[in-house]
């Protein structure tokens, strides 16, 4: 049981009271921030920029610069997703829910490899060595900048690429024996597959009423 509780803690024991602070609000508002996506809420977009701001600074310090960008390009994405979703139209929101055509795949395509160059540059201009958790890093930033797209736009594609890239960082940030980050993706898998089943549901039911 020790070991356990040295999983999740030894990572903070050098970390000061207000860096820990933060974390927890991250932890927190991260979570709420899924929670009201799977209910395609338009608070996930308020809660989740408290979480990404404070998650950029916290990764700058830490110098897990593809994991800070990525989170600089999730506040500017929920920037555009929280107009996207709040557009309406006879006070009634028009973006619907729905699934990705051709043209949109070859934007999240392109979107997921552009993503993970910029990533690479970023690590580049630090002179930052690179070793294989930080490739991961590369790749997953791609998927999850490009399922931040998704979700600005209310595709159901975009729970399959949080799923996928949060299976990924679960071990990595275990790995680089942030317990609690590692915990908070575990929540993260589950609330997706969740959001994807929730989400899916309310596109095929919109389907049989037309």
């Known amino acids: 049981?020790?070991?356990?509780?040295?999983?999740?803690?030894?990572?903070?024991?050098?970390?000061?009271?207000?860096?820990?602070?933060?974390?927890?609000?991250?932890?927190?508002f991260g979570i709420a921030s899924v929670i009201y996506a799977k209910r395609e809420n338009?608070?996930?977009?308020?809660?989740?920029?408290?979480a990404t701001v404070i998650t950029v600074y916290l990764l700058y310090k830490a110098e897990y610069f593809g994991d800070m960008m990525?989170?600089?390009?999730?506040?500017?994405?929920?920037?555009?997703?929280?107009?996207?979703?709040?557009?309406?139209?006879?006070?009634?929101?028009?973006?619907?829910?729905?699934?990705?055509?051709i043209q949109e795949k070859l934007i999240g395509i392109a979107l997921f490899f552009i993503t993970m160059f910029v990533?690479?540059?970023?690590?580049?201009?630090?002179?930052?060595?690179?070793?294989?958790?930080?490739y991961i890093d590369i790749f997953t930033s791609g998927i999850f900048f490009t399922a931040m797209w998704y979700m600005a736009t209310k595709k159901l594609a975009n729970?399959?690429?949080?799923?996928?890239?949060?299976?990924?960082?679960?071990?990595?940030?275990?790995?680089?024996?942030l317990g609690i980050l590692s915990l908070q993706y575990l929540i993260f898998t589950i609330l997706a597959i969740q959001g994807y089943k929730q989400w899916?549901?309310?596109?095929d039911n919109k389907k049989q009423i037309v």
Request: no cysteine; glycine share 2%; hydrophobic share 45%.
């Open 200 to 203: 899916k549901k309310s596109i």
């Open 119 to 134: 990533t690479y540059l970023v690590y580049s201009v630090y002179n930052y060595k690179l070793e294989i958790p930080n």
């Open 42 to 50: 338009i608070l996930v977009y308020p809660t989740g920029l408290v």
């Open 1 to 28: 049981m020790n070991q356990i509780f040295d999983f999740f803690l030894d990572a903070y024991k050098n970390a000061s009271a207000t860096d820990i602070v933060l974390e927890i609000i991250v932890f927190v």
């Open 159 to 177: 729970w399959t690429l949080w799923i996928i890239a949060d299976l990924i960082t679960i071990p990595l940030y275990a790995y680089r024996g």
């Open 70 to 101: 990525m989170n600089f390009y999730y506040s500017v994405m929920s920037l555009y997703g929280w107009w996207n979703w709040a557009r309406k139209k006879e006070n009634e929101y028009i973006l619907p829910l729905s699934r990705t055509n």
